[in-house]
């Protein structure tokens, strides 16, 4: 065994161990960390039978779906990878091109509240959820090509109305929060209070 | 002349009237003010040569988005058929069953959401401007198949910031209310302050 088997074999292990702890790190991301080219990174993760992050993400969404009750699976804007229903969840979605403004490749703010406004809405543990309010803050633009992991939690539950607190992030740094009134199905709406909501 | 050639003058007097004051009022709303057919409507329509409600939003639409600067024509959700730069705006956006839910038909938050953004990013008189925080209100559901007419307003200035108030309504009845704060391109941004932004 020569020293480039045995620098392959540590940067492997410690592949697993960071894909363990953070698994939707991109391609270009683990390049980036362990100073080598994507190429090396995609014949590693061939190695190790590792599927690439798109693959990742789908494949944890798929074993989440069935869980949400307050949306039909494709109506979710995002893949959903954890969810506690009426506790927590956290979701991903890739930004393309289509998404951005052409002038400037920023991502449309729409969509950060589209996937947060989902997500949202999909840890409400009730069949049918609406929303009532919301307040946002974009912290950072965002440009086409990011990944945005979305990271959802039930602030509190009064007379029938959610509160949940929704922060996205990429690469770790916060771009946008939001926080949402939710009201589950079958409230009796009073003249003048949060409202009949949608979505 | 007989009878119902007066009757059918006088209300395509009071047709021209009417849209003259309301002008995207539907075939079914014309139908149920006259208490007449939907087809009765049509055929006055044709008679005086007014084309169809989307058409004539297309029609209005086309002439507001050259004066538009912070935003590419296409990139404008809805139709924007009033605009005064620095002042106010309206814009008018049909849902169809793409945008709503399987199960209920209510329309999705966020095409609201949408909506109203960039209506209230074309108003800003700069050639780019993200949107920093926005907060806002569900008030009633709305079914796919609604036209959503939103009226944007700037409601001041401050620091680069500028602020400004949506309502959309459909039937004349409000469904959604938005905040925005929109931040003009080039303005430093400091730490901590409103972000900056996205939109």
Partial sequence: MNLAQDSRRARQERLVDILGREPFLTDEQLAAKFSVSVQTIRLDRMALGIPE????????????YHEVRSLAPDEVFGDIVELELGVQGLSIWRADREHAFSRSSI??????????????VAIVDADQAL??????????????GSYMIAHARVKGERHGYVRVGVQTKVHHESVFEADFLIMRKGIEI?????GEGCD
């Fill in 53 to 64: 992050l798109r693959e990742r993400i789908k494949d944890l969404a798929v074993s989440r």
């Fill in 107 to 120: 991502v449309r703010g729409h969509y950060l509240f589209a996937q947060a406004n989902s997500l949202a």
């Fill in 131 to 144: 929303t009532a309010r919301a307040t946002v803050k974009f912290m950072r633009s965002v440009n086409a």
């Fill in 190 to 194: 009073t003249g003048g209070s949060a």
